[in-house]
């Protein structure tokens, strides 16, 4: 009894060594690519096995990171969305082959031909022939695009699709409107807005989901920063709330944490709602970028990873999800930049090798 007792205490100790261990890491590299706020975590299906967050939430202050931190997901939102998409899917409230048009009859006749039989699995697996847009793109303006936050949506992607899709045939499109019309498909499906369904996941899931920059309902959470290290102040940015289902959710490192266990849980048969062949076909139905999610196969261990991330201007993020080892990897900073990304994927190589991934 006594040499179970001590194997246990020594065991825990290797592991509370161990995670200190990886957090001066961290933090060395934070420091070295010039990272204010770096928050990371390793979780199993059913443990976090580590999670820190180091720095400060903005640059030149004394404002100490914190666990319950939020970050701006960025991109990292179109796995919530495609998650949404497949539950709904499941239920019959919308199928892969709704076409968008088939929803929104009254836009078809302004809208380019070319985008008449796009369905909800084109824009959720970015196989709909549709241009890049993002926030720095200067048209419309916001006098353009009136109305609530939904009615926005609404008149963006009917002035999107109205323009000339002018795109050399590929395999992946990797347009962020693709997203904004399946979130408004998935809205018309329901009845609901994007930011109610997300709200109702998030409490099915017990995560707290919200939207837009984290410091523009409390200025004391983490601050987003450019590539010259500039904060960004608390504002409303109206171009990310079109971009909404596309990437505009914010949430804490500990629910993102919870958000991830539940894929790595369906990707090896443990979820009660969707089978390990539906978050198969989620994570790597498709090549390059599936439902939401692109996959590779790293070239030292042939080991399979799905991934997505995040960069809306002033923050990065990362998860990497590998269930051969029943490990994934979850990156935050409140920074974007070349080398903070450098940073970052300089993190994740040296905690993919600690952990056998």
């Known amino acids: 009894m006594k040499k179970i007792f001590f194997a246990l205490i020594l065991f825990t100790f290797s592991n509370v060594f161990y995670c200190q261990k990886n957090s001066a890491l961290a933090d060395s590299i934070r420091i070295k690519y010039h990272i204010p706020e770096l928050a990371y975590a390793v979780v199993s299906s059913d443990t976090v096995l580590e999670i ?42 919308i199928k892969w082959d709704t076409k968008f048009f088939d929803l929104y009859p009254e836009l078809k006749a302004k809208s380019n031909p070319e985008t008449y039989d796009f369905t909800l699995q084109d824009f959720i697996t970015f196989r709909a022939k549709l241009s890049i847009w993002s926030y720095g793109n200067e048209t419309p303006t916001q006098k353009e695009i009136k109305g609530n936050n939904q009615q926005q949506r609404y008149e963006f992607i009917a002035w999107f699709l109205h323009q000339n899709q002018n795109v050399k045939k590929q395999d992946v499109y990797w347009s962020n409107p693709s997203y904004v019309a399946a979130g408004l498909m998935l809205e018309k499906a329901t009845g609901k807005t994007y930011e109610t369904l997300v709200k109702e996941l998030g409490k099915s899931l017990n ?28 504002a409303l940015n109206y171009k990310l709330n079109w971009l909404s289902s596309a990437g505009n959710v914010n949430l804490s490192l500990p629910d993102y944490c919870k958000f991830t266990q539940m894929q790595l849980q369906g990707l090896l048969g443990k979820s009660e709602l969707l089978s390990a ?81």
């Open 52 to 93: 820190e967050s180091l720095g400060n939430q903005r640059i030149n202050t004394d404002f100490k990171a914190k666990i319950d931190d939020r970050f701006r997901l960025g991109s990292i939102t179109k796995t919530i969305t495609s998650y949404l998409a497949t539950v709904l899917v499941k239920e019959g409230k």
């Open 207 to 234: 995560i707290d989901f919200d939207f837009g920059q984290p410091n523009l309902k409390d200025i004391n959470q983490p601050w987003g920063h450019d590539e010259d290290l500039k904060p960004e102040a608390p």
């Open 277 to 357: 062949e539906e978050f198969n076909k989620m994570h790597y139905g498709l090549p390059e970028f599936s439902f939401g999610w692109e996959s590779e196969i790293k070239e030292n261990n042939k080991l399979r990873y799905s991934f997505h991330n995040g960069n809306p201007g002033t923050f990065l993020t990362k998860v990497y999800i590998c269930p051969a080892i029943n490990k994934a990897f979850i990156l935050f900073a409140n920074v974007q930049s070349e080398e903070a990304d450098k940073g970052l994927m300089l993190l994740l190589e040296k905690l993919q090798n600690k952990y056998g991934g």
